[in-house]
């Protein structure tokens, strides 16, 4: 009975452990970028909360249930080994989720202007503002938004240019155009080559 209930724990602590990391790999390999950049980048701190509180979940459990779980392996080497790499894992993950915690409340208030989204006739073009602060320099990436299926979209890079304050984008012809008001406040990018396929 109890090492029934060994491998009913284990299952429980794998899943909470291990699940957000497998989910974070399948969003890799699948586009799971759906409707815009700015709702993504709005469902970030939910998305990184419900990974905290799984490994939270999975490491609890794997503290409380350690004598338990570990019966319900055969080889004990095995068993200390795969339980002690859990752990140093799991304080690997709080660690690195509670940062990208932090670091979306802390940095990512003003997203109106980190993403930036304007349609031209058929085209649309998304730009997105790094701004490292005083760790490196802020550069605007630009890429051609894309759609597609199941209102998914896909992102192809164009350019990456020189931090601008407040600019505005337009399109003359094939020219991307950001322009603001300082003497220095113009870039020209040549998207002639750039059309969702």
Not at 16 to 45: E, H, I, Q
Not at 69 to 88: C, D, M, P, Q, Y
Request: with cysteine; hydrophobic share 45%; proline share 2%.
């Amino acid at each position: 009975m109890n090492e029934n209930k060994g491998h009913i724990y284990l299952r429980i602590i794998l899943f909470c452990l291990y699940g957000p990391l497998l989910a974070g790999l399948f969003g890799l390999l699948v586009n799971l970028k759906f409707v815009s950049a700015t709702f993504m980048a709005s469902l970030d701190n939910i998305y990184y909360t419900i990974v905290f509180c799984s490994i939270c979940i999975g490491f609890c459990l794997l503290l409380a249930k350690y004598s338990i779980v570990k019966e319900s392996f055969k080889n004990k080497i095995f068993a200390h080994l795969t339980l002690i790499i859990s752990i140093l894992y799991s304080c690997l993950m709080f660690f690195g989720i509670g940062l990208l915690i932090l670091f979306n409340i802390m940095f990512n208030s003003n997203t109106d202007y980190v993403h930036q989204e304007k349609a031209f006739e058929y085209r649309t073009f998304y730009v997105y503002t790094s701004d490292p602060g005083a760790f490196g320099t802020a550069h605007h990436y630009v890429y051609l938004k894309c759609p597609a299926s199941f209102n998914r979209y896909e992102l192809e890079l164009i350019a990456n240019i020189s931090w601008m304050r407040d600019y505005k984008m337009s399109l003359e012809g094939d020219n991307l155009i950001f322009e603001n008001d300082s003497e220095e406040g113009k870039a020209v990018l040549d998207v002639s080559k750039f059309y969702c396929k």
